[in-house]
Nanobody, 124 residues
Framework: QVQLVESGGGLVQPGESLRLSCVVSGRTFNRYSMGWFRQAPGKEREFVATVSWSGITTTYSASVEGRFTISRDNAKNTVYLQMSRLNPEDTAIYYC?????????????????WGQGTQVSVSS
């Protein structure tokens, strides 16, 4: 049984930082890409960032490029999302997901397993 457990969400002020973590079990972690998505109230789930199986290749959405960094530690079966300079538009539930292949992708359909999500709220 594949499980993904996110952590690290919370309430922060604009301009602050957070680091999300996602631990994966039940799957050979280092064979698959990983991704982060988010869903704000009343909006569809959207792509945030993805990383290849090796951690070498990363891709970001335009809205987070330069502020967020995705990384992974294959020895710990964990993927991270370092978020800096947060603003209220980043408020959402953040989900991690395992890819269907080793290659990174921004497409929702290319992800197979999903975590339950962690809430990130940015407000003054």
């Amino acid at each position: 049984q594949v499980q993904l457990v996110e952590s690290g969400g919370g309430l922060v002020q604009p301009g602050e930082s957070l680091r999300l973590s996602c631990v994966v079990s039940g799957r050979t972690f280092n064979r698959y890409s990983m991704g982060w998505f988010r869903q704000a109230p009343g909006k569809e789930r959207e792509f945030v960032a993805t990383v290849s199986w090796s951690g070498i290749t990363t891709t970001y959405s335009a809205s987070v490029e330069g502020r967020f960094t995705i990384s992974r530690d294959n020895a710990k079966n964990t993927v991270y999302l370092q978020m800096s300079r947060l603003n209220p538009e980043d408020t959402a539930i953040y989900y991690c997901a395992t890819g269907r292949s080793a290659n990174p992708s921004s497409a929702y359909r290319d992800y197979e397993y999903w975590g339950q999500g962690t809430q990130v709220s940015v407000s003054s």
